[in-house]
Nanobody, 125 residues
Framework: QVQLVESGGGLVQAGGSLRLSCAAS????????MGWFRQAPGKEREFVAA????????RYGDSVKGRFTISRDNAKSTAYLQMNSLKPEDTAVYFC??????????????????WGQGTQVTVSS
């Protein structure tokens, strides 16, 4: 059973940057697609970004395109989310997740098999 642990969240001013990490333990996620989702209070879960295990295929939600970058280090079983030009509307709990390599609809969270506990990101105006 793969366990995912997020880190790197915190409080930052608008326009600032944060880098989230998602480390896998009790298993490897080197062949899994990795994704980041977020959920703000009172809102539905939102797709943020995803990356396939070969890193050649990345996807981004419309609200973060051009500001966020997803990457991964398979040797370390770790995925990253670099967040730049943060806005107050980016405030949410951010979750990382792992999906089987054959899963096609990376923007849809229902196919992701493993989830982390989440890390809070708060952007002040």
């Amino acid at each position: 059973q793969v366990q995912l642990v997020e880190s790197g969240g915190g409080l930052v001013q608008a326009g600032g940057s944060l880098r989230l990490s998602c480390a896998a333990s009790r298993g490897t996620v080197s062949v899994y697609a990795m994704g980041w989702f977020r959920q703000a209070p009172g809102k539905e879960r939102e797709f943020v970004a995803a990356i396939r295990w070969r890193s050649a295929d990345t996807r981004y939600g419309d609200s973060v395109k051009g500001r966020f970058t997803i990457s991964r280090d398979n040797a370390k079983s770790t995925a990253y989310l670099q967040m730049n030009s943060l806005k107050p509307e980016d405030t949410a709990v951010y979750f990382c997740a792992a999906a089987p390599f054959y899963y096609s609809n990376l923007e849809e969270g229902s196919g992701f098999r493993y989830w982390g506990q989440g890390t809070q990101v708060t952007v002040s105006s």
